[in-house]
């Protein structure tokens, strides 16, 4: 019995090293969800560190300043701290979401994974950032570290890889731009139009217009539950290393007027 356990367990890891063979095939889709069989992309070196500074009309979310912006999931101050500028992940503090709801957004957002990296594949500097807490773009440090490809760095998580594997190394700092289009519901509840998803990891773009299947889960195929035109932002506490961000800005997008 002891044996079958130890054999069990080896298989486990061995097939949770970079990805599953065990998941649902993702709908339309030849893949499974965190297929470890899926091409991970071509590794784009990107040519150094982006950032700038917040627009005129951007919310700021985080200046090195204070947690004034976020709450901590669940309820109750942010555990995470402040170091020297930047906000750092206090492992196993909790998840944080922003006190401000956002629909239609372009979000700039800059990220740190720990230095030097520890262990791999999906516990090496993993976070995420979630609009309406429930769709993930991925955090993580997949610089030399192999995972499956939904849910390297500007993935979809669950759903889409990345374009290319613009990481930089874990010695520098890393940056989202995103354009998030939130998914839209009928009265009844069903989906009129679903979320879309524009990506530049360190100024390269890694997905465009990305039509989102529902929710970002771990191992099981997203789905869309109805709700409102706004919600809150969550960065995610994976548990693991102490990663970093700074300079987090949003700015709301209204297309009405453009359009009419
Ligand atoms: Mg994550």
Known sequence: MA??????????????????TDTPVIPGS????HDDDRPRPPVVAPGGEVTWP?????????????????????G????????DGTMEV???SGDLLTKREFGDVQLHLEWHPHDPPESNSQHRSNSGVFFFDRYEVQILDCYENKTYGDGMAGAIY?????????ANPPSKWQTYDIVFIA?????????????????????????HATELLGNTP?????????HGPKGPIRLQDHRDQPIRFRNIWIRELDFSKQRE
């Open 3 to 20: 044996l079958f356990l130890v054999e069990s367990a080896m298989a486990d890891e061995k097939q949770h090293a970079t990805g599953y």
């Open 30 to 33: 030849k893949w499974k969800v």
């Open 54 to 74: 917040a627009p005129a009309d951007a919310i700021v979310l985080f200046d090195g300043k204070n947690l004034d912006e976020w709450t901590r999931k669940g």
């Open 76 to 83: 109750g101050d942010p555990g995470w701290k402040l170091v």
């Open 90 to 92: 206090v492992p196993k």
């Open 158 to 166: 669950g759903q889409y890889p990345p374009l290319v594997n613009a």
């Open 183 to 207: 998914p839209r519901f009928k009265d009844d509840g069903s989906l009129e139009s679903p979320a879309k998803v524009t990506v530049f990891l360190n100024g390269i773009l890694v997905q």
């Open 218 to 226: 771990h191992k099981r195929v997203g789905s869309y539950k109805a």
